[in-house]
């Protein structure tokens, strides 16, 4: 089995930056593609970014291009996503979220994605 544990999250002002990390773990974790999800109160869960398992090949959703960068280091089993100039719009709970046993990224619906963290919460106040 296969555990993410997000860590990061907060309350920052509009135009800050955060640094969201996810920490993978299990028997069978070994550099999947990976992303991140994020929902906001009364939407539906949205993809963000992903990451290729070699972290080679790197997806954003059209709204954070330019903003957010997403990394791995693979010797930590660990993803990151950086976040600048940051907008209320992106206030939400974000999600780790791991493919199994496949290193490259299947796409951008919550259904490509096999693992989950259980989220942690992004506030941006205006």
């Known amino acids: 089995q296969v555990e993410l544990v997000e860590s990061g999250g907060g309350l920052v002002q509009a135009g800050g930056s955060l640094r969201l990390s996810c920490a993978g773990s299990?028997?069978?974790?070994?550099?999947?593609?990976m992303g991140w999800f994020r929902q906001a109160p009364g939407k539906e869960r949205e993809f963000v970014a992903a990451?290729?398992?070699?972290?080679?090949?790197?997806y954003y959703t059209d709204s954070v291009k330019g903003r957010f960068t997403i990394s791995r280091d693979n010797a930590k089993s660990t993803v990151y996503l950086q976040m600048n100039s940051l907008k209320p719009e992106d206030t939400g709970v974000y999600y780790c979220?791991?493919?199994?046993?496949?290193?490259?990224?299947?796409?951008?619906?919550?259904?490509?994605?096999?693992?989950w963290g259980q989220g942690t919460q992004v506030t941006v106040s205006s």
């Open positions: 990451i290729s398992g070699s972290g080679i090949s790197t």
């Open positions: 299990g028997r069978t974790f070994s550099r999947p593609a």
């Open positions: 979220t791991a493919v199994r046993a496949r290193s490259i990224v299947p796409g951008t619906s919550q259904h490509d994605y096999d693992y």
